[in-house]
């Protein structure tokens, strides 16, 4: 089934926040922003702003009615900024006025006096003065101390991977609209309503009841709005509370850039021992991450960086710490992957590291290792492996052998250009890691027509997942998809919505969209047996039509739907689902985090211009583990687009912040993400196909988030291509690998030119 | 009073000239199918068509709705993507359906409407024309494999046209028939009274727009504008005894399509697809890029190897300079504030001229460059070098023309001492800084392999280790 969105997406007909049609007396803000990193605020002159022509209002700490607190996880972040400031564009007033264009030319009138403080952007310094978001954790296996004299070959080292701008297309926004009795609806573009709604609560003193945080749909998320949708929401209600007027403030591109948070960059240092079979004996990792200025969902994505520390090998001795280090950043946030592929680059790292001082290729150790059932993860989950399935099927399908002598053959004959090849396995669990999280509601109603309306929590941005809720309500229901409606999602009508994210929302949602239907149906079922006389157990909806006994009735779908309602048999549910068998214990670092894990094996191909440094991704061939995929369509979209941003994060999105914690790359003329040139010749995938019962919906395995660690295969195929070039270049593992870094590193002086 | 027709309908607003298309479409006319995504013309989510009445046919190009002012549409036809919706969806949309080419949407419009741009073109629907049609369109969902799976079925349909691009799009379901009624009403809209931009001249010049809307755009909207890209005189590309001559407001566009400028530069196409995108090229002027003076100017550096000249006017009197002494400082120009180029010319190169043009940026297309650099050569019959020409962008405060390495070219015969001679001389020669588009070293090592491609390319009987 097409995504149910695509027609409305190419007649321009899909309602975005900025296209919903304003109410008469709207009024436009915008936001001012610190413009230093780190200071004490001496004095906000908003005198000349609040004279300029259509300014209404502008709106401080001051005015906040609730609690000036929007942090989710941890309370350490202010909506305003009151005596401090913590990062570049931390709001610190918000200007309200009868146009967009007034509101934006008040905020350049407002002068903030600021005392300047040290401002600290790295996360190595920011642990070492103690500045911790929480304190360090530590996942451990085995006993990596005396594992290190079974080693035969022990490398360390240090990696560092760089942040990445989401760059959804539609900057982030929100709308609050006045309703009577102090209620205020909030338009936003958030993959979280509940969120949103509970920071606006907090900020307007308004209970949560008394605010309908409704979403369309978004364009584009990828974790950039699950927690920093939320300012712009609280923003724009309190300004609505106050004037009672409908309030709008749509992010222009810099806006957006400078004042939100980005994927972490993480340092980290790693020592990785083998024993003389190259299995992985031991291996030890430290995590720095960069979480900016306040916790927003660092420490979530911390964790995850440790479950995701040992990617898809099975290593008998691990100790992993991670630190999550307050910078003078905005604050990082969640990013599609949420801090595995950070864990993953790492040990990825190493390994290359090991086979460069070996000679050998890193895939002989990273076959080697691979992680089977029954194996054991460091936080005490058993696997269920299709780490070899996935990693055999990738070298027979695409025959690796012979790729490796096409690429050796190429290097051979060309002094100027060189290809290089690298595998990247991927291992990501899925649930929230936050087990509590892991829950979900739907609402459905049947109408007196046979039409049938689908609420869940779930937020659509692109990753079509109102599609197979759509495809959840008709098949169980066994109806035309055409009968079914999904709606905007809104807080009043599910309540205490997971964000959309982990993957995981898809089995939530869809899990709970099965058994609201599946409770209808049992319901129109007995009706059917009574109208027909016959057992319910003998009865069958089958494709809008009942049958008893295998053999059609005559009854259609709209005949059962009315003669449930003149029965006065209800026609509507609200089910709730919470993902069994998980749990985690934060003390011992131990559990069944995840309902299950998605894997997937990589061959990525490179070649790259040896004399201007730039280069083209070849091919990328996956093997990928579905599942039993519920729609092929939409999740080989979610695999291509995902390989692309991993691509992107690993080659030439380079977000750079310079010492005084100033974003430079803050336009898409400075920050560059992939166009379609960029993109890999050729994306090959191939669906392993797995019908072992799984908690996935339908069976069919989470998409959104596993492919992008596969992007993470360009960085080391590129690298290989640069060593063909200069075999002796002493590489850092610094990503992205830009053009500049690659062209550095081919012409590294030091080192024997080994070309031709 | 600017009047255009927009998808179907006649437009005649009292907007300020300089106010953005793209205000117009979606905030007055409330037609939300174009998107902003950036609002520096980096994105394509605001792409809409312009149509140009131009002998006798309209001759539509894709631009960006957020770089281009009210006043350079006036009796142009302007289609967003909703003047291309019919009843049932169009081939182009079926096409992105079909293939799954879109996710989140926000993007898709902008593409719909540069493909259609594609099909409107009369250029031989190649499957490279067709991924170049949406060079300027970013997609941050899809990964852009099921955007060419359906471009390539765009392409596929177009193979089969016989007669001009627009009667078959119109035909065969791109298209809405209202399409061919648009060059008799964009005819009779030329010559309605009235029909006169401005009457009196503005203070300030505006070509593209390209460059000032993304400086400032608050400012622009309100400004008062001389347009000089709606001036015909300004436009043409022609020979002029053995010199070509540029109207200060072609654009890249019209350059890649000018028959001089293919003969001139027989792989003007391959240097074109580096300089920004697709809609940028259509409205960009060579003017335009000249008098922004950015260091790394790609056209402007081009046209640096070329002893390229110009023709200052402030409307009343002219002067000519070489384009070599226009550049005095950072962003310091030798030219009055009433003065605008009003033309650019250089010798047409003859067979024994050989030229190329390098540029390396962190993405290859749509990007500024880090480096960019420019060699033109004149060979004698026995392969020494007559004469050589060596510009270089991003290595100085201004767009440079290397005047003390290019004066080692003469009189040489092309070879890796020669080579080793000239890359010393231009390292002595420029003053990189690090900033947002390299370090200073990375530039320095950039150029001096850029110059190892220029031999590599101008004298290809040379071995390639020898270079190296």
């Known amino acids: 089934m097409k995504h149910i969105d695509s027609a409305k997406h190419t007649r321009g007909e899909s309602i975005y926040l900025d296209d919903i049609p304003l109410l008469q007396g709207t009024l436009f803000a915008a936001a001012f922003g610190s413009p230093l990193a780190h200071g004490t605020i001496r004095r906000l002159d908003l005198s000349d702003a609040e004279q300029c022509p259509g300014v209404v209002r502008i709106f401080t700490f001051k005015d906040v009615r609730g609690e000036n607190q929007i942090g989710g996880i941890i309370p350490d972040e202010p909506l305003f900024a009151e005596n401090h400031v913590h990062f570049i564009g931390m709001p610190l007033a918000l200007v ?180 003389k079979d190259l299995r992985i004996v031991a291996y030890e990792v430290d995590f720095y991450q960069n979480a900016g200025a306040a916790a927003d969902l660092s420490p979530a994505v911390l964790e995850r960086t440790l479950f995701h520390s040992t990617n898809s090998y099975f290593i008998p001795n691990v100790r ?281 094996t990589a061959i990525v191909i490179v070649t790259l211009d040896c004399l201007r440094g730039r280069y083209t991704i070849d091919a990328v061939k996956v093997v990928h583990d579905f599942g039993t995929s519920m729609n092929p369509q939409i999740d080989r979209g979610q695999i291509e687009g995902g390989i692309v941003q991993g691509i992107g994060w690993m080659t030439m999105e380079e977000v750079v912040y310079d010492e005084s914690g100033r974003l430079r790359s803050n336009t898409l003329s400075t920050y560059k993400i992939p166009d379609i040139y960029s993109v890999p010749a050729e994306i090959a995938i191939d669906f392993l196909h797995t019908d072992r019962d799984n908690l996935a919906i339908f069976r069919s395995k989470a998409v959104g988030e596993p492919p992008l660690m596969y992007g993470i295969g360009a960085y080391f195929a590129l690298r290989n291509a640069i060593h063909a070039f200069n075999a002796g270049a002493a590489l850092p593992f610094d990503a992205p690998m830009t053009p500049e870094k690659a062209l550095m590193a081919l012409y590294q002086k030091q080192v024997k030119h080994v070309a031709g | 009073m600017i009047r255009f027709i927009l998808n179907n309908k006649l437009v005649q607003s009292d907007d300020p000239p300089g106010m953005l298309l793209l205000d117009l479409i979606r905030y007055r006319e409330h037609l939300s199918g174009t998107k902003i995504g950036c609002r520096e013309g980096d994105c394509g989510a605001c792409t809409v068509l312009t149509g140009e009445w131009k002998g006798g046919q309209v001759v539509y190009r894709p631009v960006v709705s957020c770089l281009t002012a009210l006043g350079n549409v006036h009796q142009k036809h302007v289609v967003t993507v909703e003047g291309l919706n019919m009843k049932e969806l169009s081939f182009l949309q079926q096409a992105i359906c079909e293939e799954s080419g879109t996710q989140c949407g926000f993007c898709t419009p902008g593409f719909i409407v540069s493909m259609a741009g594609f099909c409107l073109s009369e250029n031989a629907p190649t499957h490279a024309r067709a991924l170049a049609a949406v060079d300027g369109n970013i997609c941050r969902c899809t990964g ?211 030229f190329h043009f390098e540029k390396v940026s962190k993405r290859t297309h749509l990007d500024i460059a880090s480096v960019n650099t420019a060699m033109q050569v004149k060979m004698s019959g026995t392969g020494t070098i007559v004469e050589g020409h060596l510009s270089a962008g991003g290595v100085g405060p201004v767009p440079a023309y290397l005047t003390k390495t290019s004066s080692l070219l003469k009189g040489e015969k092309p070879d890796s001492h020669l080579l080793a001679r000239v890359i010393g001389a231009a390292q002595q020669e420029i003053s990189p800084i690090s900033d947002v588009r390299g370090t200073a070293d990375y530039k320095r090592l950039l150029l001096s392999n850029l110059i190892k491609a220029h031999f590599l390319t101008l004298f290809p009987h040379l071995p390639v280790e020898d270079l190296l």
């Open chain 1, 96 to 275: 309200v006025a009868e146009s967009d264009a007034a509101a934006r030319h008040a905020v350049g009138k407002i002068k903030a006096d600021i005392d300047p403080w040290p401002v600290v952007t790295d996360p190595r310094v920011a642990q070492a003065n103690g500045e911790l978001i929480v304190p360090p954790r530590t996942f451990r296996l085995g006993d990596t101390e005396k594992a290190w004299s079974l080693c035969e070959h022990i490398v360390e080292g240090r990696t560092d991977t760089n942040g990445q701008e989401h760059l959804y297309i539609e900057t982030q926004g929100a709308y609050a609209v006045p309703l009577e009795d102090q209620t205020i609806r909030v338009y936003s573009s958030t993959q979280a309503p509940t969120a949103v709604q509970r920071a606006v609560s907090k900020i307007t003193g308004l209970a949560m009841n008394a605010l309908d945080i409704e979403v369309t749909r978004l364009g584009g998320g990828f974790g950039g709005k699950e927690d920093q949708a939320n300012v712009w929401a609280a923003l724009v209600a309190l300004a609505c509370l106050h004037l009672k007027k409908p309030v709008k403030y749509a992010l222009p591109r810099v806006d957006d850039m400078v004042m939100t948070g980005k994927r972490h960059p993480y340092s980290s240092d790693f020592k990785l021992g083998l024993d």
């Open chain 2, 144 to 354: 852009y494999k099921s955007i060419e799976r359906a471009l390539s079925k765009v392409a596929a349909l177009l193979r089969e046209r016989q007669g001009d691009a627009m009667t078959f799009a119109v035909d065969h379901g791109i298209l809405p028939a209202y399409f061919k009624e648009i060059p008799g009403r964009l005819a009779e809209l030329s010559l309605q009274p009235n029909g006169v931009l401005h009457e009196r001249k503005g203070s300030r010049f505006l070509g593209g727009g390209t460059d000032l809307y993304v400086k400032d755009h608050a400012g622009m909207s309100q400004a008062d504008l001389e347009f000089l890209s709606t001036e015909e005189s300004l436009k043409g590309i022609v020979l002029e005894e053995g010199r070509c001559s540029i109207g200060g407001a072609a654009t890249v566009s019209d350059l890649k399509e000018s028959p001089i400028i293919r003969q001139a530069f027989p792989h003007f196409d391959q240097y074109a697809r580096l300089i920004s995108s697709t809609p940028i090229r259509n409205i960009a002027t060579v003017a335009g890029n000249f008098v922004n003076a950015s260091p790394i100017g790609d056209l402007t550096v081009f046209f640096l190897a070329l002893d390229a000249s110009l023709t200052l006017s402030d409307g009343v009197s002219r002067r000519e300079l070489p384009l070599r002494k226009f550049y005095k400082g950072y962003k310091l120009l030798d030219k009055a504030p009433e003065e605008f180029i009003e033309k650019i010319s250089f010798p047409m190169p003859d067979k024994n001229e050989r």
């Open chain 1, 320 to 600: 992993a710490t991670a630190y999550s280090c307050r910078t003078h950043l905005p604050p990082n946030t969640a990013f599609r992957g949420f801090g595995g592929p950070q864990g993953m680059f790492v040990i990825e790292a190493a390994i290359a590291k090991a086979a460069e001082t070996l000679n050998i290729s890193a895939a002989l150790i990273q076959k080697r290792n691979l992680q089977r059932t029954g194996d054991e993860f460091p936080y005490g989950q058993r696997a269920v492996s299709e780490a070899h399935a996935c990693w055999q099927k990738a070298e027979d399908l695409y025959d690796a052998d012979a790729l490796r002598k096409q690429v050796d053959s190429f290097n051979m004959k060309n002094a100027l250009f060189k290809k290089g090849l690298a595998f990247m396995p991927v291992c990501f669990g899925i649930s929230f890691t936050k087990t509590l999280l892991n829950q979900a509601r739907a609402q459905v109603h049947v109408y007196t027509d046979g039409s049938v309306s689908v609420s869940t929590g779930a937020v659509e941005m692109g990753q079509g997942v109102n599609t197979k809720m759509l495809q959840v309500a008709a098949t169980t229901f066994s109806i035309d998809p055409a009968l079914v409606k999904i709606q905007a999602t809104s807080t009043w009508k599910i309540a205490n919505t997971s964000p959309t994210a982990a993957s995981a929302t898809a089995d939530l949602n869809g899990k709970a969209v099965l058994m609201a239907c599946t409770e209808i149906v049992g319901r129109l079922k007995d009706v059917a047996a009574a109208e027909l006389n016959t057992p319910p157990g003998n009865i069958e909806l089958h494709n809008g039509m009942v049958y008893v006994d295998g053999s059609p009735t005559g009854m259609t779908w709209k005949q059962l739907v009315m003669a449930a309602y003149i029965r006065r048999v209800s026609l509507s549910e609200h089910a709730h689902y919470a993902t069994p068998e998980i749990h985690f214990d934060a003390a011992r670092e131990k559990g069944h985090p995840f309902s299950y894990h998605v894997y997937g």
